[in-house]
């Protein structure tokens, strides 16, 4: 009887999560951009037990137009933090795409790890990750936060200014 129990506390509180994520996206009316495949030698995601690893994802507009630049010449962090904001809505397209759209099987953000093209006087890679990070908690809530690195280099695909992969535990 009280393993009973247990299984329905969990299926309800897959379905309340789900609910509440999928909720506070429609909350926060964001519009998440499609899930983009591969475009090398790698998948989009990963599932090894009970971790979901997220390929890195790289600044995309609501256009579909890359977000090219360096930080410290070509962008400011007002600009920088959009482009990690964005790097995050494709995050977690492809947590939903891996999860065939039941948000419910997440049960927290691990980590995020920010790259950021910046000159090397640059010092506010953190700064520019919040826009990742603040998104990620603000739709996932405590399930949300998560541990970070935030990253300077001199160069990243396509010229992009930033990219982020992402690690989630999954239920």
Do not use: W
């Amino acid at each position: 009887m009280r393993k009973e129990k247990n299984t329905i506390k969990t299926k309800n509180q897959k379905k309340k999560n789900r609910m509440s994520f999928d909720k506070k996206i429609n909350e926060l009316k964001i519009d998440l951009p499609k899930a983009a495949d591969p475009v090398g030698s790698y998948v989009a995601s990963k599932i090894s037990g009970k971790m979901l690893f997220i390929s890195g994802q790289i600044s995309i507009d609501e256009n579909g137009e890359l977000i090219k630049g360096k930080l410290g010449k070509d962008l400011n962090i007002e600009e920088g933090y959009s482009s990690a904001k964005r790097c995050a809505l494709s995050i977690v397209a492809q947590v939903k795409k891996a999860c065939n759209d039941d948000l419910s099987k997440i049960k927290s953000c691990v980590k995020l790890t920010g790259f950021v093209n910046s000159t090397e006087d640059f010092v506010d890679q953190p700064k520019v990750i919040n826009g990742a990070s603040d998104l990620i908690a603000s739709i996932f809530g405590e399930a949300g936060m998560h541990t970070r690195a935030a990253v300077s280099t001199n160069s990243l695909p396509l010229g992009v200014a930033v990219e982020v992969d992402a690690i989630f535990e999954l239920n």
